[in-house]
T-cell receptor
């Protein structure tokens, strides 16, 4: 089975802090994605990567950056966390079109 | 870009009844339409998908239909059970990288 793991299930950070969310997949997938999930808005794509060191902006990249130094690992970075970034963050990976999700990280910024 | 609308936002059904969730998409180039189920505290899980060269697909109690002309697709769950209670998301994709555009989700509650 495909396994996508995320470094934390719950995270509480202060405004202005730099936040790192880590995602690891074990299926040698080329593509990896970061989404945020908010009630009534579904899943919105922040960034995705189709290869090591490659990244593309999604629909809501403002305030975020990403890093993919190894094929299995994709990191989401909040350079200076703000309260409007309080949300559920989901990582996914895929080799073609079928995406497999991790359990999510619920981030609260106070 | 692609826009996916999903209805209804909440759906309450009696155990044993059928549930239907409908989605519309805007980009006629979309060619892949997955459905995800998200249980409380978990990430979304792919339950069924359909590609644009197919009109209907079934897997036990769930089925998906696609109408390319009208640009809408639907999820049908028959003989609903309490474990079907979850949030369901539809999505559409136009590219081979698998970038998905999601609907807003439907909260399904199956009451015994």
């Amino acid at each position: 089975d495909v396994k996508v793991t995320q470094s934390s299930r719950y995270l509480v950070k202060r405004t202005g802090e730099k936040v790192f969310l880590e995602c690891v997949q074990d299926m040698d997938h080329e593509n990896m994605f970061w989404y945020r999930q908010d009630p009534g808005l579904g899943l919105r794509l922040i960034y995705f990567s189709y290869d090591v060191k490659m990244k593309e902006k999604g629909d809501i990249p403002e305030g975020y950056s990403v890093s993919r130094e190894k094929k299995e690992r994709f990191s989401l970075i909040l350079e200076s966390a703000s309260t409007n970034q309080t949300s559920m963050y989901l990582c996914a990976s895929s080799s073609r079109q079928e995406q497999y999700f991790g359990p999510g990280t619920r981030l609260t910024v106070t | 870009g692609e826009n996916v609308e999903q209805h209804p936002s909440t759906l309450s059904v009696q155990e044993g009844d059928s549930a239907v969730i409908k989605c519309t998409y805007s980009d006629s180039a979309s060619n892949y339409f997955p459905w995800y189920k998200q249980e409380l505290g978990k990430g979304p899980q792919l339950i069924i998908d359909i590609r644009s060269n197919v009109g209907e697909k079934k897997d036990q109690r769930i089925a998906v239909t696609l109408n390319k002309t009208a640009k809408h697709f639907s999820l049908h769950i028959t003989e609903t059970q309490p474990e079907d209670s979850a949030v369901y998301f539809c999505a559409a994709s136009t590219d081979s990288w698998g970038k998905l555009q999601f609907g807003a989700g439907t909260q399904v509650v199956v009451t015994p």
